[in-house]
């Protein structure tokens, strides 16, 4: 069975972008201490944290949607998908290091290293504190850190927990035939779609980023960042299927898998502009003050910023893959994947850092030296996972069908 080996020039630049992530790392912890005002030692800290928040997020949630995009393919038993199983199960590898990072801005908030969470400040559920705010104090039953850490230990711990069940099993149905271990993925990919469904709609993106906006809420919020984050997933999965390809690999991939992926790419672009229209078309039309705050703290300090985000996720899919050539075509989708994998980037940081920096946020050295550092760890941590099986899952019940997959 065919083994990968990493290319030498991979590993190389891999270290490159980690080396350079990590000087962007020890950029932004010195500026921490730096001299300056208390004003702009504050936005230091703000934008120290927003970054490590944004790119654990981002990357986390890359690894988790593969496997959910995994988990939907065993439930559903299609055949089509089993020659790149292996791409998907190495993408969903990265979820242990990118919980991790998010944990460590968990904890490192609960410390008051940070304020990115307003409402882990104690003073502003305490009554006689000059910071009181009825709001959050309404709240607390829900956003305080044990119950956070509980919550969210249990949710991505089970996350991480399943991905390697699918893993073990996928890898001992290396040693020879056995339909047994496919049934049993099946059956716990069932478990994991709930598993999965319920916290990536409701807590996840509640916990992490709308928390940040704690006065705000939106009842679609958890289905727009889930559908960024599963685009960006298929993404990673297509420019990991055409680079193999050009280096003579996944000889079993054929057009139709090619034009399968690019469906992928282009109907879930369409999802995530959906949804962003949707929230916002509604919250923009009631025009009530509490909900258009988020939106007026985005358009009016970050106006290029979120409206080139979105026509960029919008305009570029609809133009450049509408056609079913393009999506057959390594390049366009090479093209495509990169442009929206940048653009679905920029919009976590829309996400994030209008409610942490307020008027302050911009793309500099930081943001873009930790963001190149997070896709060299996590180009480094899912090519390793390639190397350690075979590319393609031959004894796969549906390998044969996956093969003769053909798109006429």
Not at 207 to 216: K, N
Not at 255 to 277: E, N, P, R, T
Request: charged letters at 15%; proline letters at 3%; hydrophobic letters at 55%.
């Amino acid at each position: 069975m065919e083994q990968f080996t990493i290319p030498n020039k991979v590993k190389r630049w891999s270290m490159i972008f980690m080396i350079i992530g990590g000087l962007a790392l020890i950029m932004g912890i010195a500026s921490l201490f730096m001299g300056g005002d208390e004003h702009a030692h504050h936005h230091a800290v703000a934008r120290f944290w927003s970054n490590i928040l944004i790119n654990g997020f981002f990357f986390f949630g890359i690894a988790v949607c593969a496997t959910f995009f995994m988990a939907l393919n065993y439930a559903a038993e299609s055949g089509w998908w089993v020659v790149i199983k292996r791409i998907l199960e190495a993408i969903g590898s990265f979820m242990p290091y990118g919980a991790v990072v998010l944990f460590i801005v968990l904890l490192a908030g609960a410390a008051h290293m940070h304020h990115l969470y307003h409402w882990m400040d104690p003073a502003v559920s305490d009554p006689d504190s000059p910071l009181f705010d009825e709001i959050i104090a309404g709240k607390t039953a829900y956003l305080n850190v044990p119950f956070m850490i509980i919550r969210q230990l249990l949710i991505m711990g089970g996350w991480i927990w399943m991905w390697k069940r699918f893993r073990t099993r996928s890898l001992e149905e290396d040693l020879g035939f056995d339909r047994s271990r496919h049934f049993k993925n099946v059956k716990e990919s069932a478990i994991f779609l709930i598993a999965f469904g319920y916290p990536i709609s409701t807590f996840v993106p509640w916990d992490w980023i709308m928390s940040i906006d704690t006065h705000w809420f939106s009842t679609l919020f958890g289905w727009y960042v889930f559908s960024g984050l599963w685009l960006s997933a298929m993404i990673v999965a297509i420019l990991m299927v055409v680079w193999l390809k050009s280096l003579g690999r996944l000889q079993e991939v054929n057009d139709s898998h090619i034009h399968d992926l690019g469906k992928w790419m282009f109907a879930i672009s369409f999802l995530w502009s959906y949804l962003f229209f949707s929230q916002f078309m509604l919250i923009w039309y009631a025009n009530i003050p509490e909900e258009v705050t988020y939106f007026q703290a985005r358009i009016n300090e970050y106006p290029i910023l979120y409206w080139g985000m979105f026509f960029v996720n919008f305009i570029f899919p609809m133009i450049a893959l509408m056609d079913r050539d393009k999506k057959r075509n390594r390049m366009m989708l090479t093209i495509m994947g990169i442009i929206l994998f940048c653009g679905h980037w920029v919009d976590v940081y829309m996400l994030v850092t209008p409610g942490t920096m307020k008027q302050h946020g911009h793309i500099g050295l930081l943001e873009v030296g930790m963001a190149l550092g997070f896709v060299g760890l996590f180009v480094f941590v899912i090519t390793k996972t390639l190397a350690k099986a075979p590319l393609v899952a031959k004894n796969h019940p549906f390998f044969d069908e996956s093969v003769h997959h053909e798109i006429h």
